[in-house]
Each structure stands twice: as C-alpha cells, then as structure tokens.
T-cell receptor, first 113, second 110 residues
Framework: DAEITQSPRHKITETGRQVTLACHQT?????MFWYRQDLGHGLRLIHY???????NKGEVSDGYSVSRSNTEDLPLTLESAASSQTSVYFC????????????FGPGTRLTVL | GESVGLHLPTLSVQEGDNSIINCAYS??????FIWYKQESGKGPQFIID?????DKRQGQRVTVLLNKTVKHLSLQIAATQPGDSAVYFC?????????FGAGTRLTVKP
C-alpha cells in the first residue's frame, strides 16, 4: 500500500546543530508539505513543493530549508537548531493543486536542548 | 469552537450520543474545507471535505455543514464511539493556501 513515512520519529539535538528530517511518500504525489505543530496552534506551513526542483517558503520558513531532487522525498533541514524549533513536525503530500486532500505522515518529535 | 491558545476547547460526550464540533473560519474567499482527526501520537487523518458550492455533505457516520454567511463549519458524528476520541480540526483553503485550526479535543465516555 502507498504511504508516507517520516524519520526519525523522535530526535533530541543541541542548539546550533544541523538536523535533517526525512519524508518519503510512495503515492507519486507532486505536492509535498512540511508543517510544525505546537500546543494550542494549528498546523503551520514551513515549506512546500509542487514538484521536482520546486520549493517554496511557507508561513514559518525562517531557519528551515528543503530540497526536492525526486518525487518521493522532501527532506527538511534545520540549519542551526534553536530551542524555538522544538516541536512536532509533519510531512504531507497531495495529488494536485487546488486544495485537495493532504495525506500526513506520523510526525517527528524534535527536541532542541 | 476553535481558538488559538494554550488549551484546546474540549467536548465530552457519552458513548452512543451524537457529537457536534464547530469551527469558525476567517477567509470568506475559502473554497474548500476539510475536517481532520488526530489521535494522540499520530498524524492527522482525513475525515471529510466540502467545497464552498455545497452546504452539506455526508459520509459514514459523519456530516459536515457549511454556513458561508457566518463562516461556520461543523462536523457531526453520529453514535459516537470510544474510537472517536481524538483532536478534530478544520482546514480552509483559498488558492492553494491551506490554513488549519487549532482543534477541539473530543472525549467519549463509556
């Protein structure tokens, strides 16, 4: 069955370190998204991609970067982790533009000490 | 309803009762809406969607109602079961910009 996976599921790192969170989907979806989820807030968009070599900044992109070298993967990199980036991160994918249903991964809980 | 803050709104219902979860959205130009369910430790899961040219859509045990006049969306769950306990949140979309509410925590008492 097609799916979307994230790794690692849990990560503890130190301030200033570079961290990369992986996202892999097997639906062959063009669109992929990264969100962060913090207590009391809705999902907030970090970066998104509408296809290979396409990346765009979302609402809270500062301190994060993504790359899209193939359809299946959209890794999220924290260039220099900060305590404010402690959060749960969700990757999602969707088939096309136009606001169609997004399928979410299981999430990565990141703690920055 | 949903609000941004440190604590999620909560709804507690008895097993077998119907549940109604509300969402006030902000953008009158939003043309597509989704309800998601999120269980503890898991990613959001699609429940049902509705486009702005509709005011009601039914799924299996769930119904979504859209009132564009007052920018209000509701999710009705019939015969609520313990497995329905989760956080439910709505999302609104306008021109590929999807915005998510903070959610409502539904607790089902046996």
């Amino acid at each position: 069955d097609a799916e979307i996976t994230q790794s690692p599921r849990h990560k503890i790192t130190e301030t200033g370190r570079q961290v990369t969170l992986a996202c892999h989907q097997t639906w062959n979806h063009n669109n992929m998204f990264w969100y962060r989820q913090d207590l009391g807030h809705g999902l907030r968009l970090i970066h998104y991609s509408y296809g290979v070599q396409d990346t765009n900044k979302g609402e809270v992109s500062d301190g994060y970067s993504v790359s899209r070298s193939n359809t299946e993967d959209l890794p999220l990199t924290l260039e220099s982790a900060a305590s404010s980036q402690t959060s749960v991160y969700f990757c999602a994918s969707s088939q096309a533009t136009g606001g169609l249903e997004q399928f979410f991964g299981p999430g990565t809980r990141l703690t920055v000490l | 309803g949903e609000s941004v803050g440190l604590h999620l709104p909560t709804l507690s219902v008895q097993e077998g009762d119907n549940s109604i979860i509300n969402c006030a959205y902000s953008n009158s130009a939003s043309d597509y809406f989704i309800w998601y369910k999120q269980e503890s430790g898991k990613g959001p899961q699609f429940i049902i969607d509705i486009r702005s040219n509709m005011d009601k859509r039914q799924g299996q045990r769930v119904t979504v109602l859209l009132n564009k006049t007052v920018k209000h969306l509701s999710l009705q769950i019939a015969a609520t079961q313990p497995g329905d306990s989760a956080v439910y949140f709505c999302a609104e979309n306008e021109d590929n910009d999807m915005r998510f509410g903070a959610g409502t925590r539904l607790t089902v008492k046996p």
